[in-house]
Nanobody, 120 residues
Framework: QVQLVQSGGGLVQPGGSLRLSCAAS????????MGWYRQAPGKQRELVAT???????NYADSVKGRFTISKDNAKNTVYLQMNSLKPEDTAVYYC??????????????WGQGNQVTVSS
């Protein structure tokens, strides 16, 4: 129904920057919100940032002021610009979309995940 294809990520030194992208495609009536989550080894998946269809954003306290979430509605794509990266940002980052699969129903979908490693 909805496919999320992620790109970006990789290895960066502390203080560096990376940008993640996530494009949604498939059959849906609309996307209510998209976001980024991350999961570090041995830890639970946690919210990083979300953005609604109206542009309202929400960030985890740990990334406020360093990460910026944005979207391109025409492309059904969400971005995560990550600046001033720290070793504790190392994790697999997952894209999430809350898509309206039917007029009366919304479903959450996940991307494949991208590894982000912050290390010198």
């Amino acid at each position: 129904q909805v496919q999320l294809v992620q790109s970006g990520g990789g290895l960066v030194q502390p203080g560096g920057s990376l940008r993640l992208s996530c494009a949604a495609s498939g059959s849906f009536f609309g996307i209510n919100a998209m976001g980024w989550y991350r999961q570090a080894p041995g830890k639970q998946r946690e919210l990083v940032a979300t953005i609604t269809s109206g542009g309202t954003t929400n960030y985890a306290d740990s990334v406020k002021g360093r990460f910026t979430i944005s979207k391109d509605n025409a492309k059904n794509t969400v971005y995560l610009q990550m600046n001033s990266l720290k070793p504790e940002d190392t994790a697999v980052y997952y894209c999430n979309a809350d898509a309206q699969t039917y007029p009366w129903k919304s479903v959450g979908f996940w991307g494949q995940g991208n590894q982000v490693t912050v290390s010198s």
